[in-house]
């Protein structure tokens, strides 16, 4: 009985392109802004965790540590997809409430190159565009065409997506883009996949965010005043499903994460304040609004026609400008979304602040799959 | 199939396609003994209910069901585009992934649900020892079921 888990300082960089930095170079920046922010230093931390695709075998967390202090601690390497960095979350979080540590470190991080993710290589022959596509907004093309199949979703509908996400953050200047796309301009933008088109399809970003958990006690010590509860975390992968070996299921595994936020933290999609997913193409975000309760059975397609999930709305949906538009660098993606959650939890979100946010959600999806939520709180008054 | 079957015999592009020297190629599947879950290819363990034997082998449909696509514009270098990547149930199990060729790459064109036939042809890409491959393809299926090739 360690009792509750508590974000004390989080924060991320600017997304956008940094070629002439390292990896370790990015995460150490962004771990060391979440310090400041928790007024910490490194030596009080006690573990790390650490989330990195694109150098998964290389040690990322300790190369971390030699940029902003060797002290000795435990570092744990993550790679789950992009839902890399709302595990190494979780694994902090899970330390702390079993009792291990008082202060960890989680910090995702990512350096990205341009164009198409996906695609596979057989042995012999490479199969991308002979046995269909495994090209990322293919992918999830195929599963809002399901959608589309099952409730009628229009590519207008899809297409609103963007035009709101892209909306969203002229108001974040730590998003990659700050610009307005009207709706012709998402649907008349180059096709990628139908549905998806360019604007429909997340940025490829490098970026990093990290953030410092601490136990209620180091919490009451240090103080509450701009802490974050964390009032749930869960993690899943997908169950078995007849066509899940040929299409990998980003449904059920986001259902089942999201029932048992839900249940832990004894609350429902109704009482919250707003939520960040995992909007990787404009399709996935109304799969999700089903997904996590927030809207009925098929109407999602409504729901972003009537701007309920727009700033101002009944639930607002990504105001951060999701990965469509803020970016999405994998491995730092977890941690970002959680890090606009606790912004307006704490009040501190400017412009784009969801009036008295009390609770937040955020949710990612790694292909694959794997699927994160967290429920957070809002502590002081 | 005659025009597949040049001076050598082509090699499969997927693990589970056969080609048996005097008759049609055919796609093989796995059926569970015990919870009748059935999956593309060979595999020992039952991923559904996890049975550890009792995996019986199958002959794949080669008639199905169009349940997904995209239609994809955008691939990778030396990938011919347009084409339509299509998720099709086939009859008595197993789902697969693949080309949907001989209709029109056109939302308008292509329904949920529509009959399809898995057909076989040339990969029409070789490997780096210039070996050719033999694949498999969807094509709508005609109102009488004909198999025609
Ligand atoms: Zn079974």
Request: proline share 5%; charged share 20%; aromatic share 6%.
């Amino acid at each position: 009985m360690s009792g509750d888990v508590y974000v004390l300082g989080i924060d991320m960089m600017k997304f956008g392109r940094y070629p002439e930095q390292t990896v370790p170079e990015l995460g150490g920046q962004a771990a060391l802004m979440a310090l400041d922010d928790a007024g910490l230093t490194i030596d009080q931390v006690q573990a790390l965790y650490c989330a990195n695709l694109g150098q998964a075998n290389a040690m990322v967390g300790q190369r971390i540590l030699r940029e902003i202090g060797q002290t000795g601690i435990p570092v744990v390497n993550c790679a789950n997809a992009c839902a890399a960095g709302a595990t190494a979350f979780r694994e902090a979080w899970i330390s702390v409430k079993a009792g291990l540590y008082d202060i960890v470190l989680a910090v995702g991080v990512e350096q990205m190159g341009r164009g198409l993710l996906g695609g596979n290589r057989a042995d012999g022959i490479s199969t991308e565009g002979l046995l269909g596509s495994a090209t990322m907004p293919a992918v999830f093309a195929e599963a809002g065409m399901e959608h589309a199949r099952k409730h009628g979703t229009t590519f207008e509908q899809f297409a609103r997506v963007s035009v709101k996400n892209h909306h969203h953050s002229t108001l974040n200047d730590r998003a990659m883009y700050q610009l307005e796309t009207p709706l012709d301009t998402v649907m008349g933008a180059e096709m990628i996949a139908y549905p998806n088109t360019k604007l429909m399809c997340s940025v490829n970003v490098d970026g990093a965010a990290a953030a410092v958990l601490v136990s209620e006690r180091k919490a009451k010590q240090l103080g509450m005043k701009r802490a974050v509860r964390v009032r749930a975390s869960a993690l899943t992968s997908d169950p078995w499903q007849e066509r899940d070996l040929v299409m990998a299921d980003v449904n059920t595994c986001t259902r089942n994460a999201a029932t048992q936020a839900y249940e832990a933290a004894s609350v429902g999609p109704e009482d919250l304040d707003l939520v960040e997913l995992h909007d990787c193409f404009a399709t996935a975000e109304l799969l999700h609004y089903e997904n996590l309760g927030l809207c009925p059975e098929g109407e999602a397609g409504a729901m972003i026609e009537s701007d309920a999930t727009a700033l101002g709305g009944r639930i607002p949906v990504n105001v951060s400008g999701g990965l469509l538009s803020k970016g999405h660098p994998l491995g730092a993606t977890g941690i970002a979304n959680i890090y606009e959650i606790a912004t307006h939890l704490r009040g501190e979100a400017g412009k784009r602040q969801v009036a008295g946010a009390r609770l937040g959600l955020t949710h990612v999806l790694g292909l694959g799959s794997a699927c994160a939520v967290h429920v957070l709180e809002r502590v002081s008054p | 199939m005659s025009d597949v079957r040049t001076a050598t015999v082509p090699r499969p592009a997927v693990p589970y396609l056969r080609i048996p020297p005097d008759a049609d190629p055919y796609l093989v599947g796995t059926v569970c003994s015990r919870c009748a879950a059935t999956f593309v290819g060979a595999r020992k363990v039952c991923s559904r209910c996890g049975a550890r034997g009792g995996m019986g082998t199958m002959a794949l449909s080669n008639e199905g069901t169009l349940h997904t696509y995209s239609i994809v514009y955008r691939s990778f270098p030396g990938v011919s585009v347009p084409f339509v990547s299509a998720v099709v149930d086939l009859e008595g199990g197993g789902c697969l992934k693949g080309n949907l060729i001989n209709v029109k790459p056109d939302p308008r064109e292509i329904t949920f649900g529509m009959p399809v036939e898995v057909v076989f042809r040339d990969a029409g890409r070789r490997d780096a020892d210039g070996n050719a491959y033999l694949s498999y393809f969807f094509q709508p299926r005609t109102a009488g079921g004909g198999q025609a090739r």
